[in-house]
């Protein structure tokens, strides 16, 4: 019983105070695209919607990713980006504060992705091909292979596949030859972009950007079915939305309470000593 009420106390103020994430599926993204510092954002599943700023990056991101072995958000950096070009970082996803890793790539590497084992891949615009990533010292293999792109979505569908979409054109791409297979044209697609997507984790619908590029409005998300090779749904959304990254029911609780919110330092002591005096009471009676 006291467990119980100290658990219903801890959930009851952290909702309150905003420290914990409803627990399902959640997007997001980043706004801004080339050399200035990218913006972190949660945008609605649903509508496409923004729902929230989190935070600015300090980088110029241009692909993101939610690695489900280590509850940590990827990113890769822009060529341009004047303090870390070509690196692969890690974004604080509750307030959008991007670590470097590495700047290991030596080329333009973008869209990166990770499969349920936690390989993390890329894709070198230098040479049109897929990579993986050194997670712990941010360098690339080139796996060869590959196909022309530009403007492009590489993500994981819910079965490990590595899907690349480039234009209208979907491919699968094998994770050790990189060679790339074509498998058909997506009919229904409005701009033919299909940039920086990723893979919803429960409905395995692809959600892509139709336009890239700073001031490149309005733009809109499109929603693939990659079996059936259909756009299913367009969803008006964020200016300068520039990159996705889904994040699985549950990956950002319980969050920490924040050690800067003297209101949630203040409801933590209280309950921890609610807590206290509840069990010194029933240890007396």
């Known amino acids: 019983m006291l467990v119980r009420s100290f658990r219903n106390a801890v959930?009851?103020?952290?909702?309150?105070?905003?420290?914990?994430?409803?627990?399902?599926?959640?997007?997001?993204?980043?706004?801004?695209?080339?050399?200035?510092?990218?913006?972190?954002?949660?945008?609605?599943?649903?509508?496409?919607?923004?729902?929230?700023?989190?935070?600015?990056?300090?980088?110029?991101?241009?692909?993101?990713?939610?690695?489900?072995?280590?509850?940590?958000?990827?990113?890769?950096?822009?060529?341009?980006?004047?303090?870390?070009?070509?690196?692969?970082?890690?974004?604080?996803?509750?307030?959008?504060?991007g670590t470097p890793i590495g700047a290991g790539a030596g080329q333009l590497v973008n869209v990166p992705t990770a499969n349920s084992a936690g390989g993390l891949f890329g894709w070198?615009?230098?040479s049109d091909q897929p990579v993986r990533w050194n997670k712990a010292t941010g360098t690339?293999?080139?796996?060869?292979?590959?196909?022309?792109?530009?403007?492009?979505s590489l993500a994981?569908?819910?079965g490990d596949v590595l899907r690349l979409l480039q234009g209208t054109s979907l491919y699968t791409i094998n994770t050790t030859t990189g060679v790339a297979t074509f498998v058909g044209n997506v009919a229904g697609m409005g701009t033919g972009t299909g940039h920086h997507g990723d893979f919803h984790p429960v409905t395995n619908l692809l959600y892509t950007i139709d336009r890239t590029g700073n001031?490149?409005?309005?733009?809109?998300?499109?929603?693939?079915?990659?079996?059936?090779?259909?756009?299913?749904a367009v969803l008006p959304t964020i200016n300068d939305l520039h990159t996705l990254a889904f994040l699985p029911a549950g990956a950002l609780a319980p969050?920490?309470?924040?050690?800067?919110?003297?209101?949630a330092l203040m409801a933590l002591a209280i309950i921890m000593a609610m807590a206290g005096f509840n069990f010194l009471r029933r240890r007396q009676g």
């Open 215 to 232: 001031g490149n409005n309005p733009r809109n998300l499109e929603v693939i079915n990659t079996a059936t090779l259909t756009r299913t």
């Open 255 to 263: 969050a920490q309470v924040p050690v800067d919110n003297p209101m």
């Open 156 to 158: 994981f569908d819910n």
């Open 140 to 152: 690339i293999t080139v796996l060869g292979g590959g196909t022309g792109t530009a403007q492009q």
């Open 11 to 97: 959930v009851a103020v952290a909702v309150l105070l905003g420290t914990l994430p409803v627990a399902a599926q959640t997007l997001l993204g980043t706004i801004g695209a080339g050399g200035g510092s990218s913006t972190l954002v949660e945008v609605n599943i649903a509508t496409g919607a923004l729902v929230r700023t989190i935070g600015a990056v300090g980088y110029a991101v241009n692909g993101m990713t939610w690695d489900a072995t280590t509850s940590t958000l990827y990113a890769t950096t822009s060529n341009n980006d004047p303090a870390f070009p070509n690196g692969l970082i890690r974004i604080n996803p509750f307030t959008g504060v």
């Open 124 to 126: 070198t615009e230098n």
